[in-house]
């Protein structure tokens, strides 16, 4: 079983970057598997409309956001793109630099839970 992780950060250039991979996991009974725990502070829940998009921005805090329902297409100002999915998680860690924009490519709302460490 596998998790997508999409890792949205600031690199050493100050714009924003990504870079895909897995959520590790290990065997915790039959059929099961589990990642390692992390210390939160707040999870939240949020709805946008389909059709929404948001300009330019940073992200708030280093948090986790995992999409329930939509798929967006994230931008940076370099032009990379990268589509999130149902199910996918995407850590977002890009708090300073140039920032990303997002767009729902779909007809349905875009619901997530944000998870900020």
Request: net charge negative; glycine share 12%; proline share 5%.
């Given at each position: 079983?596998?998790?997508?992780?999409?890792?949205?950060?600031?690199?050493?250039?100050?714009?924003s970057?990504?870079t895909?991979?897995?959520?590790?996991?290990?065997?915790?009974?039959?059929?099961?598997?589990?990642?390692?725990?992390?210390?939160?502070?707040?999870?939240s829940?949020?709805?946008?409309?389909?059709?929404?998009?948001?300009?330019?921005?940073?992200?708030?805090?280093?948090?986790?956001?995992?999409?329930?329902?939509?798929?967006?297409?994230?931008?940076?100002?370099?032009?990379?793109?990268?589509?999130?999915?149902?199910?996918?998680?995407?850590?977002?860690?890009?708090?300073?630099?140039?920032?990303?924009r997002?767009?729902l490519?779909?007809?349905?709302?875009?619901?997530?839970v944000y998870?900020?460490?």
């Open positions: 079983m596998t998790i997508r992780l999409v890792h949205l950060y600031t690199g050493a250039d100050g714009e970057h990504f895909e991979g897995t959520i590790g996991m290990a065997p915790v009974g039959p059929g099961s598997e589990r990642s390692t725990a992390e210390p939160v502070q707040v999870a829940f949020e709805e946008t409309a389909a059709g929404s998009s948001l300009s330019w921005h940073n992200a708030p805090a280093r948090q986790y956001v995992v999409t329930l329902s939509g798929t967006l297409e994230f931008e940076t100002r370099g032009g990379a793109r990268c589509t999130i999915r149902p199910g996918d998680v995407l850590l977002a860690e890009d708090t300073t630099g140039g920032g990303h997002w767009r490519v779909d007809d349905q709302p875009w619901r997530r998870v900020t460490q």
